[in-house]
């Protein structure tokens, strides 16, 4: 069974530019949230996708975007990066009931200069 | 809006004491809770699940309890050793969601150091 997967592990942006950030589910999951943590804070919910559509977000501005693919993959682009934009980025599966919880990635950590 | 705290921020002890962690939610209707172990840099690693109809779980020296009547839960880690130093959080999920219970909310941790 393979666990989360997330690509790069890290990246280094200038403000105004855009990023694409990648992850893989767990085997046998249908379900991708993303969550932003900011150093010294607790993850933050930005949305979750379910059957390639948006199932749910939180209170992030419309540059944070996402998609998922037939393969339960999934990509969280941001536009027009801000320098508070900088944190790490966890991708989460699960099962669209939650039931069995939540598997996360080792994350991607995000610069932006 | 849901709010998790944790409690302590901070937790320094020698090695082999038992010690509790503390969580608790504004909003006591929780579906799931789960607690994590974060190492400095890294991603999240689930520790314990507890589902909706249950009160308990143990995962070795760890055994986490929620009391769903006033949204508190606690880990308490037996024995513990250097290997235990981490970050931990706890996070649920809220029980009426409109039938999909996709949102996790988090505490921001309690930093654990287990000193030899």
């Known amino acids: 069974e393979t666990g989360v997967t997330q690509s790069p592990t890290h990246l280094i942006k200038t403000r105004g530019q855009q990023v694409t950030l990648r992850c893989s589910s767990q085997?046998?999951?249908?379900?991708v949230s993303w969550y932003q943590q900011a150093l010294g804070q607790g993850p933050q919910f930005i949305f979750q996708?379910?059957?390639?559509?948006?199932?749910g977000r939180g209170n992030f501005p419309p540059r944070f975007s996402g998609l998922q693919f037939p393969n339960y993959s999934s990509e969280l682009n941001v536009n027009a990066l801000e320098l508070d934009d900088s944190a790490l980025y966890l991708c989460?599966?699960?099962?669209?009931?939650?039931?069995?919880?939540?598997?996360f990635g080792s994350g991607t950590r995000l610069t932006v200069v | 809006k849901q709010e998790v705290t944790q409690i302590p921020a901070a937790l320094s002890v020698p090695e082999g004491e038992n010690l509790v962690l503390n969580c608790s939610f504004t909003?006591?209707?929780?579906?799931?809770l789960q607690w994590f172990r974060q190492d400095p840099g890294k991603g999240l690693t689930s520790l314990l699940l507890?589902?909706?109809?249950?009160r308990e779980q143990t995962s070795g020296r760890l055994n986490a309890s929620l009391d769903k009547s006033s949204g508190r839960s606690t880990l308490y880690i037996a024995a513990s050793q250097p290997g235990d130093s981490a970050t931990y959080l706890c996070?649920?999920?809220?029980?009426?969601?409109?039938?999909?219970?996709?949102?996790?909310?988090f505490g921001k941790g309690t930093l654990l150091t287990v000193n030899p």
């Open positions: 989460a599966s699960s099962l669209v009931t939650a039931i069995y919880g939540y598997t």
């Open positions: 996708y379910y059957r390639e559509e948006e199932n």
């Open positions: 909003d006591s209707a929780i579906y799931n």
């Open positions: 996070a649920g999920t809220p029980e009426n969601s409109g039938g999909s219970n996709y949102k996790l909310t």
């Open positions: 507890i589902q909706s109809s249950q």
């Open positions: 085997s046998g999951h249908n379900t």
